[in-house]
């Protein structure tokens, strides 16, 4: 077929990938040999930490910019991996190891559409790609430490495990750090105030409260407590702090500034936000690319899951070959099949908005 070197040669990366490990914040030897690729193949580069990117040959700034981006840094291995997570085996039509689904597949795709466009000099846009790093652990020396080095972004592709299919939208995250305040005691005596009775209303408002708009693609805004804890370590005093942390995932009816604010009047805790970085996303279903994509047979769907695509401040899509559900499991895999069929849909998605 028309892309079958690129096919072959996004295949070689991964598997070269897949045996290097790339914790996040450790991706430096996966941003060496990513280099090396594109070195290879007289693409010329730029280096920010273990961020790598590059423009197509023929770059008008007159034209509108797409960015193609995702992530070479990788979770901790499950430790119910039953295989070496470091070892690129290939059987029954699967390449295992850890990040060949999450995102290897969908970055080594990119770069092969990438390749593919980058000779082109009659392009009605610009394409950028970016390789980075710290996507896992949603670090600032990611995607967010070079949005200030590449031009200006008009839209993004960030590749991710959708099966190919369109994610239209992606729910935001905030985590909020909860106190209860109370007054030490001694256990045995009538004294003191219990920091964990008082913070309890306060966990059933969490489990309990609806928001009262739902996105039509996102669902509910979703409040978890999945932390809790006192300072207080001995069994006979009465705790005077108790500590919780909530997670939040928001929708696009809610800015993260509208979601703490009502938090914020409904409980008797001091309620204090990590971040308010991690913002949700959409698209309108009238985008060029959205209508292209659909054109083409691909579905559309809203993503609860969260990605770069957060940081990216320009109209975006999440997108890749994989599957979401095996992400961070045991024995990770991606079909061989897929990473065929991302490049082949990166590539049919572009040339049907040329």
Known sequence: MWNQQLYQDAVALLKHMIATPSLSR?????????????????????QHGNNLWALNKHFDPSKPVILFNSHHDTVKPNPQYTRDPFSPDIADGKLFGLGSNDAGGCLVSLIAAFLYFYERDNLRYNIVLTATAEEEISGVNGIESILH?????????????????????????????????GKAGHAARDEGENALYNALPDLAWFRDYRF?????????????????NTSNKAHNVVPADCSFVVDVRVTDQYTLEEVLAIIQEQVRCEVKPRSMRMRPSGISLDHPFVKAGIRLGKSWYGSPTTSDQALIPATSIKMGPGDSARSHTADEFIYLDEIRDGIDSYINLLEEIV
Do not use: W, Y
């Open 212 to 228: 009262p708009k739902v996105s039509e693609t996102l669902g509910p805004v979703k409040m978890s407590v999945t932390v809790i």
């Open 26 to 46: 450790e991706e430096q030897d996966t941003a060496r040999l990513i280099s090396s690729f594109l070195t290879a193949r007289n693409i010329p580069h730029q």
């Open 149 to 181: 080095l590449l031009p200006a972004i008009d839209f993004a592709i960030v590749g991710e495990p959708t099966k190919t299919q369109l994610a239209i939208a992606e729910k935001g995250l905030m985590v909020l750090d909860c106190v209860s305040h």
